[in-house]
């Protein structure tokens, strides 16, 4: 006899599969935003840190570049580095709670199969009401890569059905 504490439920239906379709496509969204906002953070670490790029060498150049890139930082250290943007540093900290709650907790408790551990329309809505935070927090850390790039940046009608077709995208199934 095995111990409680292994997993013993194997079993994979076309409905489990989904769901779970569901929340690996929720890990990418939230993911996606971590990785957005570590980007924008050492962008302006790296512009802040070296003004002037000329005066290293190539290889003092790179490593300097290397050690700010390699930096082991948080999501909320990297929002925390944006705190000049004001108001936006609220939608991003959203978003943040809602990427840890979609990283750490939105799936326990959901392994094997699914058909009867889960109200799958409850299970649908708390992950597009995560996504929801997500998707203004990713839009906010987009335009501000954009500027720092000297991007373009999309017209009121792109960012209108951004938010939707990221929820669509995630929930659908």
């Known amino acids: ?9 194997f079993e994979r239906t076309e409905n489990t599969d989904e769901l779970q379709s569901v929340l690996g496509r929720a890990l990418i969204i939230a993911t996606r935003f971590d990785s957005m906002c570590n980007a924008a953070a050492v962008h302006l670490e790296l512009k802040q840190k070296l003004t002037s790029p000329w005066i ?31 108001d936006i540093t609220v939608s991003l900290h959203e ?19 699914l058909d009867t551990k889960c109200n799958e329309g409850a299970l649908i809505q708390e992950v597009s009401d995560q996504i929801l935070d997500i998707a203004e927090g990713d839009i906010a850390i987009s335009l501000v890569i954009s500027a720092l790039n000297h991007d373009s940046i999309p017209n009121k009608q792109f960012l209108s059905s951004y938010k939707e077709r990221i929820i669509n995208w995630v929930i659908e199934r």
């Open 56 to 86: 290293l060498g190539e290889a003092e150049y790179q490593e300097f570049a290397l050690k700010i890139v390699e930096k082991y930082r948080t999501l909320n250290q990297n929002i925390n580095a944006l705190s000049f943007l004001g």
């Open 1 to 9: 006899m095995n111990p409680d504490i292994f997993i013993t439920d």
């Open 95 to 113: 978003a943040r709670k809602a990427r840890n709650y979609v990283a750490h907790e939105l799936a326990k408790g959901l392994t094997g199969c």
